[in-house]
């Protein structure tokens, strides 16, 4: 169930956005060993705010699957607690290059970000939008991350445990089966919904691009 679905089809259409997001300056600065510490840490401090805000919008999400399907709520409850644990994890990891989170102020790129999710935890919007815009979130990190583990590499030392957190092979099989939910949704939907859920798709790629850049001190 991997190829052939109309996720696939979007990112063959998209490969243009889907790369500038998955290949951007900063990640592949970070892979080059070339990162600029103050940027990796604009990153960090930032998306901290952002994983908070992803939590309310994981529960809307949950609350859709648990209406839809059995099969669905057990995974996204897997993310849910994962991101109990990456909260966590974020503040050791601020602790340690001494940023205080308490004083973090969310940039615009951030909160253009997070208004997005705010619009998707509406209960007005379809489950097979909201699935196909959290699949997207999660990929981009995936892809992102785990381009900094791949041999031949040269990430520093210091990050490797953050691109671990994305780039691992575990949480490569959860965005597989998030994709595989989501195309599955896909296959079943509307005309509207399709356009819906392709336009989230591309507006989520937006903002990551621009979240980056945010990361690198350029907005
Ligand atoms: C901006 N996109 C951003 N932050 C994240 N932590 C993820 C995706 C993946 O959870």
Redesign the pocket.
Known sequence: EVGGGILETWLDKHSSMYNKATKHPFILSIRDGTVDLSSFKRWLG??YL??RE?VPFLASLLLKACKESDGDMEILLGGMAS?ND?ISWFKKEAFKWNILLSTIAPQNP?KD?CRLLESLTSPEVNYTVAITAFWA??A???ESFSLCLRSGSNTPAELMDTCQR?GNDGFGQYCCSLRTIANRNLLNAPEDVLRMAEEAFLH?LE??VR?WNMSLGEM
């Open positions: 930032q998306d952002f994983v992803f991101l990456e951030n970000y979130i999660e981009v990190y995936q994305w989520v903002l990551e979240f």
